[in-house]
């Protein structure tokens, strides 16, 4: 299995332009995740999918932020507009959800740089 | 407070000795997560745990859900071992919460 894939591993971007992340889930699992590193508050959950459904956003810092999940292997996280506190590695994540009992495998995330 | 705390944040050790990284909650939590980040940058679950003890080769982590309070130990340490160590509690929903890590090196 190629695990967790994202694209692109490395964006750079100008302020207020929009950005778009993606991320292929490992086949077959059924929850996604997309998480946010900074050096000042470490790893963040923005917000998980069930089954394609979005169960929490509470994470998402604001209505620039937004997330789609169209199908079991498919998600993307869009920013619009960017702004340089952004600046963020992104990570998603994936699991197969078997009752409470999980593992998430990581993708390699995607170091996003707004100037 | 921080619903997740660490201890400590950094540790050094010499390649062989054995290493306890801590994490104390404070929630109610419906499983706990020891993951490993790499310099570069990639993240590893090493563990998935809500009771007793687990053993991965030289790796050991213990949950004890009374006092909320989790361990994880390294024995005979290596310097492959250097990375930083994430305690995630998830609430009893999908939802993790993060720890702030502990960055490990281990010298030769």
């Known amino acids: 299995d190629a695990g967790v894939i994202q694209s692109p591993r490395h964006e750079v971007t100008e302020m207020g332009q929009e950005v778009t992340l993606r991320c292929k889930p490992i086949?077959?699992?059924?929850?996604l995740f997309w998480y946010r590193q900074t050096m000042m508050r470490g790893l963040e959950l923005l917000i998980y999918f069930n089954n394609n459904v979005p169960i929490d956003d509470s994470g998402m810092p604001e209505d620039r932020f937004s997330a789609k999940m169209p199908n079991a292997s498919f998600s993307t996280l869009k920013i619009q507009p960017s702004e340089p506190r952004d600046s963020a590695v992104y990570f998603c994540?994936?699991?197969?959800?078997?009752?409470?009992?999980?593992?998430?495998?990581f993708g390699p995330g995607t170091r996003l740089t707004v100037t | 407070k921080n619903e997740v705390e660490q201890s400590p944040q950094n540790l050094t050790a010499q390649e062989g000795e054995f290493i306890t990284i801590n994490c104390s909650y404070s929630?109610?939590?419906?499983?706990l997560h020891w993951l490993q980040q790499h310099p570069g940058g990639g993240i590893v679950s090493l563990f998935m745990?809500?009771?007793g003890k687990k053993k991965h080769g030289r790796l050991i982590a213990t949950i004890n859900i009374q006092e909320k309070h989790s361990s994880l130990h390294i024995t005979a340490s290596h310097p492959r071992d250097s990375a930083v160590y994430i305690c995630?509690?998830?609430?009893?929903?999908?939802?993790?919460?993060f720890g702030t890590g502990t960055r490990l090196q281990v010298f030769p």
């Open positions: 995630a509690v998830a609430l009893n929903t999908d939802k993790l919460i």
């Open positions: 745990l809500s009771s």
């Open positions: 929630v109610g939590i419906s499983a």
């Open positions: 994540a994936s699991s197969l959800a078997v009752g409470q009992v999980y593992e998430q495998y």
């Open positions: 086949s077959g699992h059924n929850s």
